[in-house]
């Protein structure tokens, strides 16, 4: 008999005051009593509604039976047939509008957790069974990987596990990409995304840093003079998007990769760190996505006072998850809804050789209402006519989405790409040139960790595949 | 890991070293920068190429000792090695075309200013060199440059060396005698390269500017080197690091480089205490 309790097992959490001065995760993850009572929870409904909801297929209510049983290594061997990154996603995905958004015990009640059982399993599994993988026999065949974010690791990891010699560069001097620039410490521990790196070097996977594609090396080098049979881009969305409005070259004005960035990967946050940061006292993030989250609850950690959301929708529009939003209310953070600036005012401090030169000082809001659904769906924000206020702030940090980085597309010849840089490629990750694989938000535009891993799952078997029918 | 080839003091101050990266000596051009990191947990520094040997790998790194990554740097030896060295990163300067040109080098921008010279010279380019330095004392690549140029003025602030006075001395008289130029080429404090285009905004002479901003990626992901140029907002780091310096926002670049100003000094100053130690 299923457990019919209506509510998940509630996710052990640091208490809110006291996460919101520290960098340590947020949520503890279940124990393994909570785990095997929650896994009860689940139906076991013939048709999987849950399944089709996961863009990499996990055999959800295969892994829950086995965490049931109490055979959790067992429930982590079902998870990796279908997901290279277990640990991560359990934590980051937005299972609300995925798997859980379609299982049958949320019509009545609340679904089952599954991400939360995700990230139990993935965790016992590393703490208990730390073995790094094999590396399988080789196949001699050479392939590359640019990018080493979610969809790269994951391509890399499938297409390393089918013998492929797999390369993977990396631009920054660390692998990872959004994993450890973008998502904090708090929510996402680096040591995790480290372990998974690992892993795939065990695999035998080769992952070179410091080499900025399009620069130091060109795809068609690549191909031409390195040998790679087929090639996989996974750059991202690293290009972030400004207002255009006065002021937002300020000093205390950041995007929230640099802000992140300079938190995460340079690790700011730490007292002894030899990469500067705003230690500011009142902070507006504009924006209201996962990444407007991230970057107020680690302003608040940082030790502001105040840390506003200035997001031109209503908090029912707000992108980001549900769980996010609610962690950063418990955190203090003030959701400034319906707002939208419109100009960053600077210091009135003239002289330029003053220290406050330059500055933010506060910003010029204008108040919006909701009109017709635009072409998004979501209702277009309107400016209500005379409703300009002030905010008085020394640091605005603008959290207004990315696109995809346009180094590869201007140094690769005959690379189709859209409107905003996305590259062009079809439901196989195909480009407009042959051999040439894209997936993950560099194709998509800004989007989520796990969508990129599809995309990277996808790529990897047409990139066997297309090597294969070449060599046949 | 990068290693430290040769290593050479240019004068109290400026350090220059050879750093074997074979795949970026072979494709960076003139103008171009890289990123290092000293060590682990070090933080990133854009450094100008100053010059590359395609054919032994190494490029040559030129830097003047200002804060604490680039004191730990210069505590680097021979043989050492650092962490990390990405490049080359920004649009190379455009040198084709261009017949009659002068150069104008700052301080240590003259390390920038040399393999801008260099490859003009070699490309067939009547070069006129205006070097500025505080003093005698740190005067740097004077030789160089001569080789290069058909005309070569040294200004020193204190005339310890040279002809006393600023770049711009030198550069408004020839200007002022109708003597014109393809291009003005400025390379050095952003206090200079502002005073530079000042002059030949006068008299509508081409000025180009080589910004060095305050950056962490470089390669257009964090927007921390933006800069006002024409009135619309550029990354130095993938747009430039090259502008017209007539359409260059210097007292914005000015006041964005200072963002850490209290930050770093405290930095360098526990980085000088800790070497002091350790020199002891």
Redesign the interface.
Known sequence: MPNMRATKNPMPSQDPNVRNKNFNEVTLGYTAEMAVDEAQRCLHCKNKPCVSGCPVNIQIPEFIAKVAEGDFEGAYQVISLSSSLPAVCGRVCPQENQCEGKCVRGIKGEPVGIGRLERFVADYHNEHNALPPKAPEKNGHKVAVIGSGPAGLTCAGDLAKMGYDVTVYEALHLAGGVLVYGIPEFRLPKAIVQKEVDNLKALGVKVETDMVIGRILTIEELKEEYGYESIFIGTGAGLPRFMNIPGENLKGVYSANEFLTRSNLMKAYREDSATPIQHAKRVAVVGGGNVAMDAARTAKRLGAEEVYIVYRRGMEELPARKEEVEHAQEEGIIFKTLCNPVAILPTDVTDTRDPAYGWVKGIRCVEMELGEPDESGRRRPIVKEGSEFELDMDCVIMALGTSPNPLIKSTTPGLETKRRGEIVADENGLTSIEGVYAGGDAVTGAATVILAMGAGKTAAAAMDAYIKGKNA | MYKIVRKKSLNPTVTLMDIEAP??AK?AKAGQFIIL?VDE????IPLTVAGCDPEKGTVTIIFQIVG??TEKLNHKEEGDSL???????GMPTKVEGLKKVCVIGGGVGCAIALPVARELHKLGAEVTTIAGFRNKDLVILEDEFKACSSRFIMMTDDGSYGEKGNVTAPLKEMLEKGERFDEVIAIGPLIMMKFVCLTTKEYDQKTVVSMNPIM?????????C???VGGE?KFAC?DGPDFDGHLVDF??A???G???????RH?YEEACNLFKKEVR
């Open positions: 795949l970026v494709k990191r947990d070090g933080e990133r604490a990554t962490q990390d060295f990405v490049g080359p990163l962490i990626d470089g390669t257009g992901m964090c927007g921390g933006r800069l006002t907002t993938v007292d914005e000015m006041s964005r200072r963002s850490y100003q209290p930050f770093e930095a």
